[in-house]
């Protein structure tokens, strides 16, 4: 099965802060790669599919990069409402598998 | 809109058989145009995908709960359900059912999921 190994595994920023959460893969998996957004009580939430491509209504504030065992997800201005954790998701192969998670907070 | 919702006991007893059913509503199974799934979520295991299915009964289970799972779809009913056997404390976890987009290869991303359902093995 691929290992998908995000870091950090939380984080503390302030309203407007950049955020930068990694995600890596135990091999290759292309571009196949999804971000999802849970919050407390909830159903996670899709935001990117496709390592790069934002779901519709989903705000421009999120954003995804990388390929191959290196992705990036970036919040580019924090805001109160993105108070979650944060996962990533391989599509490569079966079984699918998903990163530990990122707790995302306000300082 | 589509909506998914899960029901199914919320206590099983261990070595017996969990059984969910996901009801979906805003779309139909049997149009063809999506796979639907069962995923777990535990704090020791996180998030984890167990199964998906194609509305012709068309199948596959993650290959770590090897012949335990089971899953099944009535489009008549617009459901899919799952079955593991032989459970254990490791199985208790809040399952959901989700939508899978896309019937095609590499289309596995999730955009909608039920609510999520509570599963406690206990005796």
């Known amino acids: 099965d691929i290992q998908m190994t995000q870091s950090p595994s939380s984080l503390s920023a302030s309203i407007g802060d950049r955020v930068t959460i990694t995600c890596q893969a135990s091999q290759d998996v292309r571009w196949y790669l999804n971000w999802y957004q849970q919050k407390p009580g909830k159903a996670p939430k899709l935001l990117i599919h496709?390592?790069?491509t934002l779901e519709p209504g989903v705000p421009s504030r999120f954003c995804g990069t990388g390929s191959g065992t290196d992705f990036t997800f970036t919040i580019s201005s924090l805001q109160p409402e993105d108070v979650a954790t944060y996962y990533c998701q391989h599509y490569i192969e079966l079984p699918l598998t998903f990163g530990g998670g990122t707790k995302v907070e306000i300082k | 809109q589509v909506q998914l919702r899960e029901s199914g006991p919320g206590l099983v007893e261990p070595s017996q058989t969990l059984s969910l059913t996901c009801t979906v509503s805003?779309?139909?199974?049997?149009?063809?145009?999506?796979?639907w799934s069962w995923i777990r979520q535990s704090p020791e295991k996180g998030l984890e995908w167990i199964a998906y299915i194609y509305y012709n009964g068309r199948s596959a289970c993650n290959s770590s709960l090897k012949s335990r799972c089971t899953i099944s779809v009535d489009p008549s009913n617009n459901q899919f359900s799952l079955r593991l056997t032989s459970v254990t404390a490791a199985d208790t976890a809040i399952y959901y059912c989700a939508r899978r987009f896309g019937s095609g290869a590499n289309t596995d991303w999730f955009d909608f999921w039920g609510q999520g359902t509570l599963v406690t093995v206990s005796s």
């Open positions: 496709g390592a790069i």
């Open positions: 805003g779309d139909s199974i049997s149009s063809g145009a999506f796979w």
